[in-house]
Every structure is written in structure tokens, then in C-alpha cells.
């Protein structure tokens, strides 16, 4: 049992330390509640790891889901409003380096439940391990 644990533990570890070091973080800095019509920020950031990685692309979808259990981001993005090259530098000092998007709310989506979704894909270590991961952040469009 204990050998069991150990071996499981082991391998968590191996296949989440790569995966965690190039973990993206989602910050929406205009806060929780997103205007329709507006231009909003997301911020997408990557913390700085030893690790080397070559960062391919972001792209950034709002799911609208007012009245209904939304949809998990990794299966779907909804409206994609941003999709394109990702760039991450260091901007203050406290901070990790990132990318700040600028992004259109359209004026029609539903007010109430959304998702941001923000999917990046980049190429890890000396052996280009293709990484993809899916973040998501529920705001609420006003
Ligand atoms: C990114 O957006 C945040 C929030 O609006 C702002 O404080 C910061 O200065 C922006 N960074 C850059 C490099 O524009
Ligand atoms: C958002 O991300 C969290 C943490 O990974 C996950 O548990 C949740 O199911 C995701 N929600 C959506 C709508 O994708």
C-alpha cells in the first residue's frame, strides 16, 4: 500500500512539475463584472520558470450562459475574441511577466453568466513537449 502510494505520488509528481512551471495565470483586471459593448482587459500571465519554453499562441473566448450550467472552457471557447501570438514580458517588478489583451464584449451578448475562456499552447523543454492548457475565469456581463 505504501509502495503504491509512493509510486502514484512519484508519478503525479513527474507528470505535474513540467506542467505547473509553465502554468499560465488568467487575471481580469476590470473586475468580475464585464460591460456588453465595452473594450475589457485580460491579462494573461507566465510565470517566469527555468524550464525553457516557446510560447506559440493565446486565444480568448466568452461563453454566454445566462440561464444554464455553462459549458466547461476546455470543450468549448464560445465567441472567440482574441486569437494570436502571446508575448509575455516583464512589465513590474512584482509582478510575473505577462501580456495584457485588449478584447471587445460584443454589444448583443446576454446580460448575466459568462465564462472567459483563454486556451494557450506552447512548446516545453529541449524536446518541444506540445502544452496546451484551458483557463477560465465566470464574470457576469452587465
Ligand atoms: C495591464 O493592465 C493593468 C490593469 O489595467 C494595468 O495596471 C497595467 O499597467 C497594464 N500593463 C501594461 C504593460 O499596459
Ligand atoms: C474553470 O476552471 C476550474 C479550475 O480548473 C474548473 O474546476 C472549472 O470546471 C472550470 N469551469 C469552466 C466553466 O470551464
Not at 445566462?66 to 512589465?91: K, M, Q, R, W
Not at 460584443?106 to 472567459?116: F, L, M, R, T, Y
Request: glycine share 8%; charged share 10%.
Amino acid at each position: 500500500m505504501k509502495s503504491l502510494t509512493l509510486t502514484t505520488l512519484t508519478a503525479l509528481t513527474t507528470t505535474l512539475v513540467p506542467t505547473l512551471a509553465q502554468n499560465a495565470g488568467l487575471n481580469l483586471p476590470s473586475g468580475p463584472e464585464l460591460k456588453a459593448g465595452s473594450d475589457v482587459i485580460v491579462q494573461v500571465t507566465r510565470p517566469n520558470s527555468l524550464t525553457g519554453s516557446t510560447e506559440l499562441a493565446v486565444a480568448i473566448g466568452l461563453q454566454s450562459c445566462p440561464n444554464s450550467e455553462c459549458i466547461e472552457a476546455d470543450e468549448t471557447l464560445g465567441t472567440v475574441l482574441y486569437h494570436g501570438a502571446f508575448n509575455p514580458v516583464y512589465h513590474e517588478y512584482y509582478l510575473p511577466p505577462y501580456e495584457n489583451f485588449t478584447v471587445s464584449v460584443p454589444e448583443g451578448v446576454s446580460k448575466g453568466k459568462a465564462v472567459v475562456g483563454v486556451a494557450h499552447v506552447a512548446l516545453v523543454g529541449a524536446s518541444n513537449w506540445p502544452f496546451l492548457e484551458v483557463l477560465n475565469k465566470t464574470v457576469t456581463i452587465v
